[in-house]
C-alpha cells in the first residue's frame, strides 16, 4: 500500500490582547454595526512585541505535538507558512525548531499568503508520500497587524493575529485505512497579483510594506475560485458534498464562508467559523479553526474534513482529511 499521512495532531495560539470593532472605531473612522455587517467579524487579537510569528507558532505547533502524543523527536521537517516572518533568515520555522529541541531533519517558510498552510500542507503530504520524511510539522503563523495601513479603513479592520498548527505522520499498519490527508489540490494565477498584495519587503528601500486590497475583486475571485477547488477535491476522490462532514474554509469574510457552505448544501452547524472572533489571520485561520472545533469535541476521528483556502497571489488550494 503507497505511504499516506495522517493529520495526528492540531493546536493553535491566539495572543492574549483582543480588539474589539468598537475599540478599533476609537482611532479609524468605521464602526461595529459596519465592520459586522459586511465581514462578520467582531474583534480580534493583536499581538504583542514578544508574540512573534515564530513565538506564536511555537505555541500552535507545541499543542499540535500534544495532541498527537508525538514529541520533538517525531519532527523531520517543519513547514512554516506566513507572510509576516521574523526575519529575512532564518526562517521561521527553524526558529521554531530551536524552540521545540527539534535536533533532526529540516525546515523552511512557504509564502502563498492565505492560502499558506493548504500549501504547506500539500508540500508536507508530497514529502510523507514520497518516503522521504515520517513526521513533519505544518503551521500557518501571522502577524498582519504589523503589515496594516491604519489609514485604510476598507482593509485595517479585517486581519488579525494567530497560528495553527497540525502534525502530520506516515501511516503506519495499525492505522485504519480510510484516515488520513486523501488530496491537495493546490493552484495560483499570477497575474491577478495586483487585487491583493503587500507594496513594500525588508529587500525593497524606505518601503515598510502595507497590505493593499481590491476587496470587491478579491470576493468576486475567492467565491469562484474556491467552488471550483471544492468540486475539484469532490471529484478527485469520487465523492459526494453530502459525503462531507466539515467545512473549515479560510476565514476572510462570513459572507464567503456562507456562500461556499449553500454551494456545498451544508446546515451552517457543519460550517466551522471563527471569523467572528479571529478575524483573518491569513495562514493561520485554517490551521486555527480547525483546532478550535477538534479541541471542543466538533469534528471527531472519522470525519471527513473539507479545508480551503484563497489569498493574494492569487494562490488558492483545497485539501480533504479524514480525521
Ligand atoms: N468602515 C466603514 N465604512 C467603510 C469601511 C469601514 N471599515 N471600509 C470601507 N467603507 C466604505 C467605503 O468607503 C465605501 O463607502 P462609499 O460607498 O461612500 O464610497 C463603502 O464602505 C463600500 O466600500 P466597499 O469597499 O465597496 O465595500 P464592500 O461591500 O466591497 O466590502 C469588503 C468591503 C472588504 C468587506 C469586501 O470587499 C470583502 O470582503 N472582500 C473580500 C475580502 C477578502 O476576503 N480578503 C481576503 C482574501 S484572503
Same mark, same amino acid.
Given at each position: 500500500?503507497?505511504?499516506?499521512?495522517?493529520?495526528?495532531?492540531?493546536?493553535?495560539?491566539?495572543?492574549?490582547?483582543?480588539?474589539?470593532?468598537?475599540?478599533?472605531?476609537?482611532?479609524?473612522?468605521?464602526?461595529?454595526?459596519?465592520?459586522?455587517?459586511?465581514?462578520?467579524?467582531?474583534?480580534?487579537?493583536?499581538?504583542?512585541?514578544?508574540?512573534?510569528?515564530?513565538?506564536?507558532?511555537?505555541?500552535?505547533?507545541?499543542?499540535?505535538?500534544?495532541?498527537?502524543?508525538?514529541?520533538?523527536?517525531?519532527?523531520?521537517?517543519?513547514?512554516?507558512?506566513?507572510?509576516?516572518?521574523?526575519?529575512?533568515?532564518?526562517?521561521?520555522?527553524?526558529?521554531?525548531?530551536?524552540?521545540?529541541?527539534?535536533?533532526?531533519?529540516?525546515?523552511?517558510?512557504?509564502?502563498?499568503?492565505?492560502?499558506?498552510?493548504?500549501?504547506?500542507?500539500?508540500?508536507?503530504?508530497?514529502?510523507?508520500?514520497?518516503?522521504?520524511?515520517?513526521?513533519?510539522?505544518?503551521?500557518?503563523?501571522?502577524?498582519?497587524?504589523?503589515?496594516?495601513?491604519?489609514?485604510?479603513?476598507?482593509?485595517?479592520?479585517?486581519?488579525?493575529?494567530?497560528?495553527?498548527?497540525?502534525?502530520?505522520?506516515?501511516?503506519?499498519?495499525?492505522?485504519?485505512?480510510?484516515?488520513?490527508?486523501?488530496?491537495?489540490?493546490?493552484?495560483?494565477?499570477?497575474?491577478?497579483?495586483?487585487?491583493?498584495?503587500?507594496?513594500?519587503?525588508?529587500?525593497?528601500?524606505?518601503?515598510?510594506?502595507?497590505?493593499?486590497?481590491?476587496?470587491?475583486? @478579491?470576493? $468576486? *475571485? +475567492?467565491? !469562484?475560485?474556491? =467552488?471550483?477547488?471544492?468540486?475539484?477535491?469532490?471529484? #478527485?476522490? &469520487?465523492?459526494?458534498?453530502?459525503?462531507?462532514?466539515?467545512?473549515?474554509?479560510?476565514?476572510?469574510?462570513?459572507?464567503?464562508?456562507?456562500?461556499?457552505?449553500?454551494?456545498?448544501?451544508?446546515?451552517?452547524?457543519?460550517?466551522?467559523?471563527? @471569523?467572528? $472572533? *479571529? +478575524?483573518? !489571520?491569513?495562514? =493561520?485561520?485554517?490551521?486555527?479553526?480547525?483546532?478550535? #472545533?477538534? &479541541?471542543?469535541?466538533?469534528?471527531?476521528?472519522?470525519?471527513?474534513?473539507?479545508?480551503?483556502?484563497?489569498?493574494?497571489?492569487?494562490?488558492?488550494?483545497?485539501?480533504?482529511?479524514?480525521?
Amino acid at each position: 500500500m503507497p505511504i499516506r499521512s495522517i493529520l495526528a495532531g492540531c493546536g493553535g495560539y491566539l495572543p492574549e490582547r483582543i480588539v474589539t470593532n468598537e475599540e478599533l472605531s476609537r482611532t479609524v473612522d468605521t464602526s461595529d454595526a459596519w465592520i459586522q455587517e459586511r465581514t462578520g467579524i467582531r474583534q480580534r487579537h493583536f499581538a504583542a512585541k514578544h508574540e512573534t510569528t515564530a513565538f506564536m507558532g511555537t505555541a500552535a505547533a507545541a499543542a499540535a505535538l500534544a495532541d498527537a502524543g508525538a514529541t520533538a523527536a517525531d519532527v523531520d521537517a517543519i513547514i512554516l507558512a506566513t507572510s509576516t516572518p521574523d526575519q529575512a533568515f532564518p526562517a521561521s520555522a527553524l526558529r521554531v525548531q530551536a524552540a521545540l529541541g527539534v535536533k533532526q531533519g529540516f525546515g523552511f517558510d512557504l509564502s502563498a499568503a492565505c492560502a499558506g498552510f493548504i500549501y504547506a500542507l500539500s508540500v508536507a503530504d508530497g514529502l510523507i508520500r514520497a518516503g522521504q520524511v515520517r513526521g513533519a510539522l505544518v503551521i500557518g503563523s501571522e502577524v498582519y497587524s504589523r503589515i496594516l495601513n491604519w489609514q485604510d479603513r476598507g482593509t485595517c479592520v479585517l486581519f488579525g493575529d494567530g497560528a495553527g498548527a497540525v502534525f502530520l505522520r506516515a501511516a503506519t499498519a495499525a492505522d485504519d485505512d480510510r484516515r488520513g490527508v486523501l488530496s491537495t489540490h493546490i493552484h495560483a494565477q499570477g497575474t491577478l497579483g495586483d487585487i491583493l498584495y503587500v507594496d513594500g519587503a525588508v529587500g525593497q528601500p524606505d518601503k515598510p510594506g502595507h497590505l493593499v486590497m481590491h476587496g470587491r475583486e @478579491v470576493f $468576486r *475571485h +475567492a467565491v !469562484t475560485r474556491l =467552488a471550483e477547488a471544492v468540486e475539484e477535491a469532490l471529484a #478527485a476522490n &469520487g465523492l459526494r458534498h453530502t459525503d462531507i462532514d466539515w467545512l473549515v474554509p479560510h476565514q476572510a469574510n462570513s459572507r464567503i464562508i456562507e456562500a461556499m457552505g449553500r454551494k456545498l448544501g451544508l446546515p451552517a452547524d457543519r460550517v466551522v467559523v471563527t @471569523v467572528d $472572533r *479571529h +478575524a483573518n !489571520t491569513s495562514a =493561520a485561520s485554517v490551521p486555527l479553526a480547525l483546532a478550535e #472545533a477538534r &479541541g471542543d469535541g466538533r469534528i471527531k476521528p472519522g470525519d471527513l474534513v473539507l479545508l480551503e483556502a484563497l489569498g493574494g497571489g492569487l494562490a488558492w488550494g483545497s485539501a480533504l482529511v479524514r480525521l
